[in-house]
């Protein structure tokens, strides 16, 4: 078996050329993005192309390219979203729809969107909407909240609205009505958003053929060992069975290669090494599949993807009683991992990695699966047992051998198996628990013939209640076996308080849920199967099957995977509007297509510059210490490593004394930067940051939580506050006091494009020029001015587009432009510095955690009189954002409502964890929780429902704010009022109330908030914008301006803003970047009021260019554009125009507590409804309804794509996304495994937007209101929807209706507060035992 020292061809293709090199940087193929390394985010997705050895046919399937190890390609074609389509040549038709539905913001996870949806139409040319979900689920978007996505995936799908008509692109139930100027227009109300007949069809014979020379070599397979050799590694391919036998009896400890999910995510974060590694691809005996009239022998090669489809046909053909073990499998099948890692991974990987979180063995290992092994001493069979999950010597394979196949019995009659589960997310989420469960009766009895019950989640391996099950043999399934099977299953599921992931009890509570669900299953399934019997048999009476009330039915169901429906609807523009004027018009992304196809470039696309070098953080390990040491001389013998930057090398100012860009003598938090490699590549960088050694003293007291530093007095600022009336008075003439807690947990930006940075010196005058990802470019250029002390005019940043900000890219760029310029100041190298998305979760804090306290008096009736709320926010080590954060959340914390006694006060702790800065909303989404939950809490005492009380306090009339500020809340009530009309809330909150009458384990909970949000910063000068706009001699026009696209599509609104001042239409327009060069000194792009400055800017400009040409066009008024610019540009006038906003007046007196801190206001409600299963703590949401005052929008295509991403990120920051960090202040969370952002999946079924048609006036451009960050806050309705299930359930079980509000309402928080018999027997499982 030969295995040479030299490496063999590795031959594949991309894009239907054939390559040998890696295709992201290599091949430049920069449209493959990379966001998170692990396989969980899926915007790195490609398809890849295989002749399938066994069926002869090419077999089309999307991977993480991040996760595919470049020898595994060897025979495959790889298509990338290049090798789709291209704004040069063709588009795609996918790439067409994604755009043009406005699929696109950001764009950052564009292309992996779009790899999927082709891959999808590659195998499905029609599919249906369950498959287009399913192929999306393994790919996250943050920005868009995955509507429009879906919206045109369901183009394609033969039953969706947008049908295609045999291929014409039409849709059916538009026939007749294909104006394109109309899009669904019912009087002056539109219903769509983009024009479908625009669409060109999918054609199936335009796609890139597999290359025949691929298939050639699949013809004719080498049978030989190819070798590969890497730097460090060698990858083994063996052409037959028996030189992969030969080669794992030589190399034992090499593993075996196939999906690479379990070893590439070791070897990436755990540091793993494997110097040798065996790809069992190209043998085809692990791909085997045979059936026989017991069972199913599956290959251990055949990926998860594959094994689906063969389950899936296996339980068509079978009676249902051979297919219980299937049809569990089947379940997990659908919700593990997305369909880019069920198509890479193997089966016998799953098996063999026996993670504890494995979805499928629990089930194999109930289903009496048998594992066939091999080697060359020859074939055995070892049952995939507890022993082997635990992984004890005896019962494991040997080193050398592997596993063939894997053989699943039939069940039989008498037989049941179940499989459970509970995640975070319904999909895309590793387990928190799960398990499988099979009973054995004795024929036509229910006597417990045999009984396996296997956990995972809640050890460090996959768990079987074997002695329970013993015990439990020769019972009866009843009441009493079921009482006591929970207490032992308690006992022997013992799960230590360092179980995976902690939440010890409520995994408890899902070991014994769990069950419950499978005796009900059960049950359920034996009173079938005595029906048939003509007589009864002795044991087979009615008392052991009592009737399971329909009331408890409930338990049984799981909550179906539901693709979301809706309707979008806003104003249309006036009639008379001029056609070219796009102004209010459902105006594409401008970048839309260039997302799409993956043209469009971010910073890290950049192609690499002559000489340039990679830079790697060193961040602190400790929370609070003293830096005694550092040495780096491991570090600096790496080869390629060039040099390390530490705080002595900066030439200028280190940050600030308390916000130090490289730390000195102290660090302050777990991630804070202690210095920055520099190497030739990033490999060798991050190699180098694992030989820095650093030595440190401990300090105390180390603070992470709120109560500590409230204990200890450790605040960033001092305490902000605002009152209004007289609180105490008011408290002592009310009917009642309540008093309560609400807490609530920070909340990651996960922007997809993590943070980048590319610093290029030039070799004239100091000169920089730094290409960076921020949403504050003035804010980079003169951070790195002060840090290098050089004049600011020497520092051009230049921003093309961000991946994504949400405010996570206001301040932290900064430091990384910064420390990456003294790199490239001492090296004299161009830097690039790209944070993992590890480093990037660990070093940049998030939205601030806060807890706050209320007291709240008011009368029987529910009218609110006084209302004192107190909070507090982790700031973190520094004071970023803290104090202006504590400032907007005291400032509008009264939301929609008028309380004649408020009193609001709020403080910023100092505590030893990463510093927490801007995020969409800036405190308004946690405050006002605070807020909606002391209303909530009123209304359980006056036992009136709280929309009533919501609205018996709302502002009315004009009025004027508790700072004092006069507004007109006449939008307020309408949103309000449409919301409830819209939603038809008082019908469906009778039909929830009828819902939980008839069902004890599932409660529907419905809620409505209404919503107040003021627009803008509370400052005067931060309301300021400036554009230059040039007109070319060829009449095409440049506008350049301060704001940064985002992804919110500002640059699109701005050209709508040129095309209408200059009367011009949008095509003669462009915009290039953002660069401190052209606009200087601009402001942060946020607050919701970018457009809005940055457009009275453009505006501004266009108005005196266009007064310029007034004299020209006069005299020649039937001339063309172009014929006026020449005429101009003869007559010696300047084509180029300053424009400038010289902003709205704001400010806030913080001693008198009054202000006029706000431009205006944005109103907004939200209703939503949600499903939840007390069993497990799981919801659903089943349709929410936004009413949003938009006014008249720019363009209703990005507006309401802002206010349902804002919602699908509003409803993670309460619902799912959770922070967690280890006692010694390490971040757990730190990727999109540990760390939930809401998938496809997560999106209500029905899912409403509209625009208030008609609404006042503000003074902003062209009436438009800035929608970018209030429809965050309303998501908290499916917040209070999910409060207000879980208040039903606990109503009907009796217990307390007041209890601690805690946000995220995760699956635990929920299924702990449905009290029941379970979380009883957990609490006080000790006294049984
Ligand atoms: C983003 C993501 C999400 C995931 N979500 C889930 C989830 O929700 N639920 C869940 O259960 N799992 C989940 N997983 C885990 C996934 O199921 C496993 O990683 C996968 O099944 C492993 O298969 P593989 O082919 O990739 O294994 P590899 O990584 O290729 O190999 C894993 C190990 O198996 C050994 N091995 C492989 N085949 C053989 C063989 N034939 N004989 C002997 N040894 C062999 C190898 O030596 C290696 O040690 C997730 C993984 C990722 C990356
Ligand atoms: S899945 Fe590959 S980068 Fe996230
Ligand atoms: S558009 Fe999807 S992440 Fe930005």
């Known amino acids: ?534 007589v009864p048999v002795s044991s087979l009476n009615s008392r052991h099957y009592p009737e399971i009330s329909d009331r408890f039915l409930s338990a049984l169901e799981d909550f179906p995977g539901t693709v979301p429906q809706g309707v979008q609807r806003y104003q249309s523009v006036d009639s008379h509007q001029p056609l070219q004027d796009p102004v209010g018009r459902p105006v594409m992304h401008l970048s839309g297509l260039k997302h799409a196809t993956g043209e469009a470039e971010f910073c890290d696309d950049i192609p690499m510059v002559d000489k340039e070098l990679h830079m790697a953080l060193v961040t602190s390990t400790r929370a609070y210490a003293k830096i005694i040491s550092i040495d780096l001389s491991k570090a600096l013998e790496i080869p390629g490593v060039v040099d390390v930057i530490t705080a002595k090398d900066i030439p200028g100012t280190n940050g600030t004394e308390d916000d130090k860009l490289l730390a000195v003598d102290e660090v302050l938090c777990v991630g804070q930067i202690i210095c920055a490699v520099v190497a030739e590549t990033d490999v060798q960088a991050k190699r180098a940051i694992e030989k820095i050694k650093i030595t440190y003293e401990e300090l105390e007291p180390i603070i992470f939580t709120i109560e500590d530093a409230i204990k200890h007095n450790s605040f960033l600022c001092p305490e902000k506050k605002l009152e209004q009336g007289n609180i105490e008075e008011a408290f002592e003439k009310v009917d009642q006091i309540v008093e309560g807690e609400v807490h609530v947990g920070g909340q990651e930006h996960f922007y997809m494009e993590t943070q980048r940075v590319l610093v290029i010196p030039k070799t004239e005058d100091k000169e920089l020029d730094i290409y960076v990802s921020t949403q504050d470019p003035a804010h980079v250029q003169k951070t790195v001015s002060s840090t290098l002390h050089i004049p600011i005019n020497r520092i051009t940043c230049h921003v093309k587009r961000v991946g994504g900000g949400f405010g996570g890219k206001i301040g932290r760029p900064a430091v990384f432009g910064a420390i990456a310029a003294v790199g490239a100041l001492k090296t004299g190298h161009p830097i690039r510095l790209v944070l993992d998305r590890e480093d990037d979760m660990l070093i940049t804090g998030g939205r601030h955690p806060l807890f706050g306290k209320y007291k709240v008096g008011f009368m029987n009736n529910g009218r609110i009189k006084a209302l004192d709320i107190e909070c507090f926010i982790n700031g973190g080590c520094t004071l970023d954002d803290s104090e202006l954060v504590t400032e907007f959340l005291i400032l509008k914390l009264e939301n929609a409502y008028k309380i004649r006694n408020l009193r609001f006060r709020g403080r910023a702790c100092l505590t030893n964890l990463p510093s927490n800065t801007a995020f969409r909303g800036f405190g308004f989404p946690q405050g006002t929780l605070v807020t909606e939950s002391c209303i909530t809490a009123v209304a359980a005492k006056c036992g009136l429902p709280p929309e009533k009380i919501r609205e018996k306090n709302m502002y009315q009339t004009v009025d004027k704010t508790i700072y004092k500020q006069a507004f007109n809340p006449e939008s307020l009530i309408r949103c309000w009022n449409e919301c409830l009309d819209t939603s038809s809330f008082h019908n469906r909150r009778m039909q929830v109330e009828e819902f939980n009458k008839k069902n004890y384990w599932k409660k529907r909970g419905i809620a409505v908030i209404p919503m107040k949000f003021s627009v803008g910063f509370a400052a005067t000068s931060y309301h300021q914008a400036a554009a230059l706009v040039h007109i070319y001699t060829d009449g095409s026009v440049l506008v350049t301006h301060g704001g940064n696209e985002l992804g919110q599509g500002i640059h699109t609104k701005m050209l709508q803003v040129a095309s209408r001042e200059l009367k011009i239409p949008m095509s003669y327009l462009h915009i290039c970047e953002t660069s401190t060069a052209t606009v200087p000194n601009t402001i942060a792009t946020a607050a919701s009021i970018g457009a809005d400055t940055n457009g009275r800017a453009v505006q501004n400009a266009c108005q005196i260019l266009l007064k310029r040409l007034e004299p020209i066009i006069k005299k020649n008024p039937e001339g063309t554009w172009e014929e006026w610019i020449e005429a101009a540009f003869e007559q010696r006038i300047s084509l180029s125009a300053t424009g400038y906003f010289r902003g709205y007046k704001a400010f806030m007196d913080w001693e008198k507590g009054e202000g006029d801190p706000f431009p205006y206001y944005v109103y907004g409600a939200a209703c939503s409804e949600v499903e939840i299963d007390c069993l497990t703590g799981a919801h659903k949401k089943i349709r929410t309804d936004i009413v949003m005052d938009a006014c008249c929008s720019l363009n209703p295509a990005i507006d309401i794509g802002q206010i349902e991403g804002a919602f699908i990120q509003g409803m993670g920051l309460y619902t799912t996304e959770e922070l967690k960090y280890s006692p010694e202040g390490v971040l757990y969370s730190r990727g999109p495994d540990e760390y939930k952002i809401p998938t496809i999946s997560d999106v209500p079924e029905e899912f409403n937007v509209s625009l208030l048609p008609s609404s006042q006036t503000p003074l902003t451009i062209y009436s438009s209101k800035g929608l970018g960050e209030s429809g965050m806050f309303l998501g908290s309705s499916v917040f209070f929807a999910i409060t207000d299930a879980v208040a039903a359930a606990r109503k009907e079980r009796d217990i307390a209706e007041d209890f601690t509000v805690k946000s995220p309402a995760t699956p635990e928080w929920v299924r702990m507060a449905c009290a029941d018999r379970f979380t009883e027997m957990v609490w006080n499982y000790r006294l049984f035992f």
């Open 1 to 534: 078996m030969p295995c040479p020292s030299r490496s063999d061809e590795l031959v594949f293709f991309v894009n239907g050329r054939k390559v040998s090199v890696g295709y992201r940087h290599h091949v430049r193929l920069t449209g493959t993005k990379y966001a998170c390394g692990r396989g969980g985010c899926g915007a790195c997705t490609v398809m890849v192309s295989k002749r399938d050895p066994t069926s002869q046919e090419i077999r089309h399937f999307s991977v993480t390219a991040c996760l595919v190890p470049i020898c595994s390609l060897y025979g495959a074609a790889v298509t990338t979203v290049e090798g789709v389509g291209s704004i040069k040549t063709r588009l795609h038709p996918v790439q067409e729809r994604i755009a043009k539905s406005h699929g696109t913001q950001c764009g950052f996870c564009t292309p992996g969107m779009v790899m999927s949806m082709y891959t999808l139409l590659r195998n499905h040319p029609q599919p249906s909407e369950e498959q287009l979900l399913e192929a999306l689920a393994g790919n996250l978007c943050r920005c868009t909240g995955y509507r429009p996505i879906l919206a045109s995936g369901k183009t394609f799908c033969l039953e969706s609205n947008g049908c295609q008509q045999k291929g014409t692109g039409k849709c059916c139930l538009d026939l007749g009505e294909n104006d394109s100027s109309s899009l669904g227009r019912k009087s002056d109300i539109c219903t769509e958003l983009f024009v479908k007949e625009e669409f060109q069809p999918l054609d199936p014979t335009q796609e890139l053929i597999f290359p025949p020379e691929l298939l050639r070599m699949a013809e004719d397979p080498e049978k030989r060992t190819l070798t590969f050799h890497g730097e460090r590694v060698t990858w083994i391919s063996p052409g037959t069975f028996k030189d992969l036998l030969e080669l794992k009896a030589k190399h034992p400890e090499a593993p075996l290669i196939l999906g690479n999910t379990s070893l590439g995510p070791a070897m990436r974060s755990k540091g793993h090494f494997h110097p040798i590694l065996l790809s069992p691809a190209r043998i085809s005996e692990l791909n085997v599949v045979s059936k026989t009239n017991d069972g199913l022998t599956i290959g251990a090669g055949c990926s998860l993807a594959h094994v689906k489809d063969i389950l899936a046909e296996r339980v068509s053909e079978l009676p249902e009683e051979k297919t219980q073990t299937y049809r569990a499998l089947l379940k997990h099948l659908k919700s593990l991992a997305g369909q880019q890692i069920r198509n890479m991974a193997s089966l016998g990987g799953h098996i063999i990695s026996r993670h504890s979180y494995s979805d499928l063995n629990p089930i194999l290992a109930v289903g009496n699966t048998t594992l066939n092994l091999t080697s060359e001493e020859g074939t055995r069979r070892i049952p995939l047992s507890e022993h082997f999950l635990a992984g004890l010597a005896s019962a494991d394979l040997k080193p050398e051998e592997i596993l063939e196949s894997v053989y699943i019995p039939h069940s039989q009659k008498w037989e049941f198996v179940s499989a459970f589960r509970q995640a975070q997310c319904q999909h895309n989420a590793l387990p928190d628990v799960n398990a499988g469960m099979r009973v054995l009766f004795k024929e036509g009895t229910d006597i417990i013939e045999d009984l396996s019950i296997t956990y995972g989640g809640v050890g460090a391996a996959t768990v079987s209640a074997h002695k329970s099950c013993q015990q439990l043999l020769g019972r009866q399934w009843d009441e009493l076996m079921l009482d006591e099977a929970c207490r032992r299953l308690l006992d022997e599921v013992s799960l230590p308080g360092w179980a995976p992931g902690g939440r010890v009890e409520f995994k408890r509570t899902l070991v014994v849920s769990f069950f419950f669900k499978f005796y009900l299953q059960v049950l359920q399934e034996l009173k079938k199967l005595i029906k048939p019997f003509p």
